[in-house]
């Protein structure tokens, strides 16, 4: 979908999900997002795609893109 880097704490903060509640939740090490948030490291385009699909899904959004099957 999205591959600027700083769009994972848009959307984390979109939700209102700090950056240790996010990290625990999807389990994925703080210091990994933290450098996605630093533009340290690049986030693969799928893992944003499928992390803003369950959030908008667990939220009740229509808008959420049906995947393929």
Avoid: H, S
């Amino acid at each position: 979908m999205n591959d600027n880097i700083r769009d994972i704490k848009v959307l984390r903060e979109k939700y209102g999900l700090n950056r240790t509640t996010f990290c625990n939740y999807f389990n994925i090490p703080y210091r990994t997002v933290q450098d996605w948030e630093c533009n340290k490291r690049k986030m693969p385009g799928y893992l944003y795609d499928l992390i803003e699909y369950k959030l908008r899904k667990e939220n009740g959004e229509n808008d959420a893109i049906p995947l393929d099957n």
